[in-house]
């Protein structure tokens, strides 16, 4: 990591943590791209364990290219733990986050620069799409779903490619998978962020088909974020929610056996609505009251929590 640090505007981070193949390959388009931009740049590789075998790619270019850097994990914790590193040894205000595999044409990141003036974050759009109907079917149902839990309009998440001001990161916990929810925790901490289009790239238009497990986990992973963003001030209003509707629909389902033993002569104790009902008012209390003691420990510690971002400080 002895490299110049003088003169440099915009930091590449490019995390390889899947699909290494065509990374040498990319990182000379990309180069060329941000050459034509006229920023004065550099490339840092955050590479995981099970990509290893780039290093010995990648080491040619460390050697020859001033500004090109290499950092080798010694565990995968995930891409945004990757991105976290990248940063943290990044000399430049700008962090240009980029896959080692390519997803919008190189030519068109120049439109990434020309937004961020007034933005804390610039987020890619593939667009046109020229990828198979099940690609685009993936990532509207995504994007719609994500779109519907937080009323944040974003069309495509599942582009990586995104322009980050340094001190916006540094104000981010994020770990695991959760760089895909970038723009989403961003968003809930108050930066300004704008979506870009830019160009499909070929290379992206292969068709995409992953183990359910897969989407299990995305699907999690959504959850949570919602969760951390929406309610993690404000915990009673989740397990509240669902506490409520589980109570009632018990309370329901007891309220029918009731009846039908006053009115019907039909036996309650040995119906399985009787106990089903009750199981569902039960869990609906201990909802209720998990939702209760967030709030006890949010209230303990409100005075430590600072939810506001100053914008400007006009003298």
Do not use: W
Request: include cysteine; glycine fraction near 6%.
């Amino acid at each position: 990591m002895n490299k110049p640090s003088e003169g440099i505007d915009v930091s590449v981070v490019v995390p390889v943590c899947e699909r290494p193949e065509h990374t040498v390959h990319n990182y000379h388009k990309y180069k060329n791209a941000l050459a034509s931009s006229g920023r004065s740049y550099e490339f840092i590789f955050v590479i995981v364990p099970e990509c290893e075998a780039l290093a010995a790619q990648l080491r040619p270019l460390v050697s020859e290219e001033q500004r090109v850097s290499m950092l080798l994990l010694n565990k995968n914790f995930g891409e945004a733990t990757a991105i976290q590193v990248g940063t943290d040894n990044a000399k430049g205000e700008l962090i240009l986050i980029l896959p080692p595999y390519e997803q919008v044409r190189a030519e068109g990141l120049a439109s990434l620069f020309d937004a961020i003036d007034d933005y804390d974050m610039v987020i890619a759009r593939r667009s046109p799409r020229i990828d198979s109907g099940i690609n685009r079917l993936q990532s509207r149902l995504f994007n719609s779903t994500l779109r519907l839990l937080t009323d944040i309009q974003f069309s495509d998440l599942g582009c990586n490619v995104r322009l980050i001001r340094k001190e916006v990161l540094s104000e981010l916990n994020i770990y695991g998978d959760q760089h895909r929810f970038l723009p989403v925790i961003a968003n809930g901490q108050g930066f300004r962020i704008k979506e870009v289009e830019l160009p499909q790239a070929e290379a992206d238009a292969h068709r995409r088909l992953y183990s359910p497990g897969t989407y299990i986990r995305r699907m999690l992973d959504l959850l949570t974020i919602v969760f951390l963003t929406k309610f993690n001030k404000k915990p009673l209003r989740f397990f509240g929610l669902i506490g409520t509707g589980s109570a009632l629909f018990g309370s329901l389902g007891l309220l029918l056996v009731t009846m039908q033993k006053l009115f019907f002569d039909i036996a309650a104790g040995d119906r399985p609505l009787l106990l089903v009902s009750a199981l569902f008012i039960v869990l609906g209390i201990q909802l209720i009251a998990i939702g209760l003691v967030g709030e006890t420990i949010i209230f303990t510690h409100a005075r430590d929590i600072k939810e506001y971002k100053v914008r400007e400080i006009v003298n």
